[in-house]
């Protein structure tokens, strides 16, 4: 997982070409005013899902992990928490992995929180378990983009 501003993408460039190309359109797109649903930046290797969405508590957090993508989510307006942890630190399958959707749900295992507001991005890899869209204090609408980019 990593978590920075938008502002400093540039530095995880060498990590992957596929991740520069998804910053790439974080930084070069009108993002405030495109439209919600899915981009195509690259077919199916790589492509956004702007959504508006309702925070919602810590206790309904739902933990997700992926197999196939990466994942930037990246906040346009708002602000949400988001957990995180460790794949193999969770003991318990909700939900078998989906190949289709690309996602499994998990429980039971060792977390960390982090406030990700406008302007900042959170990387998560298929290590990587999340649990994004909660709220520390009260619920919000908020506008994000969450940027796909396939292994």
């Known amino acids: 997982m990593i978590f920075d501003r938008l502002n400093n993408a540039k530095q995880y460039y060498s990590l992957n070409e596929k991740l520069k190309k998804g910053f790439d359109f974080l930084l070069n ?34 933990w997700e992990v992926h197999r196939k993508y990466i994942d930037i989510q990246y906040v346009i307006k708002g602000s949400e928490v988001m957990g995180y942890g460790i ?19 998990l429980d039971e295992g060792k977390y960390n929180y982090v406030n990700v507001c406008t302007n900042d991005f959170v990387i998560f890899y298929p290590n990587d378990v999340h649990a994004p869209m909660l709220y520390a204090d009260k619920e919000q609408q908020i506008k994000k983009i969450i940027v796909k980019i396939a292994l």
């Open 87 to 105: 794949l193999e630190d969770f003991k318990k399958t909700i939900t078998p992995y989906d190949a289709t959707k690309d996602v499994a749900f």
């Open 29 to 62: 797109s009108d993002l405030a005013n495109l439209k919600e649903g899915k981009h195509i930046i690259e077919g199916d290797t790589i492509y956004a899902n702007v959504q508006t969405l309702t925070t919602k508590p810590i206790s309904e957090q739902k």
